[in-house]
């Protein structure tokens, strides 16, 4: 996927996050681990998001354990260097045609 595939996919899910009342803190974070496209917070909730898009595949399939042990590092990393000690999940959104899907708490 290019990156400006990648791009557009992270402004859908975006904005799908804003109408349904998520906080967006940041996006693209990167750390030496890897990258989070999207941090959100709802409610007291962190929440460490994946965007995934595809049209002649199955975008979640793209989120394998190797991707999900990376989010785990940059979280953990990030956490540390916020100085944040709260709860989290790790969630999905995948874009595939023009559907929009949250998958929540995705985990090895």
């Given at each position: 996927?290019?990156?400006?595939?990648?791009?557009?996919?992270?402004?859908?899910?975006?904005?799908?996050?804003?109408?349904?009342s998520?906080?967006?803190?940041?996006?693209?974070?990167?750390?030496?681990?890897?990258?989070?496209?999207?941090?959100?917070?709802?409610?007291?909730?962190?929440?460490?998001?994946?965007?995934k898009?595809?049209?002649?595949?199955?975008?979640?399939?793209?989120?394998?354990?190797?991707?999900v042990?990376?989010?785990?590092?940059?979280?953990?990393?990030?956490?540390?260097?916020?100085?944040?000690?709260?709860?989290?999940?790790?969630?999905?959104?995948?874009?595939?045609?023009?559907?929009?899907?949250?998958?929540?708490n995705?985990?090895?």
């Amino acid at each position: 996927m290019s990156r400006a595939v990648g791009d557009i996919a992270e402004e859908r899910a975006a904005k799908y996050l804003i109408k349904n009342s998520y906080e967006i803190l940041e996006r693209n974070f990167y750390s030496k681990f890897g990258e989070i496209d999207i941090i959100a917070k709802k409610g007291k909730v962190l929440h460490f998001i994946e965007v995934k898009s595809g049209k002649n595949f199955e975008p979640v399939y793209a989120i394998t354990p190797k991707k999900v042990e990376k989010i785990i590092k940059t979280i953990n990393y990030y956490l540390l260097k916020k100085r944040l000690n709260c709860n989290y999940c790790i969630d999905a959104i995948i874009i595939k045609n023009q559907s929009v899907e949250m998958v929540e708490n995705i985990t090895i």
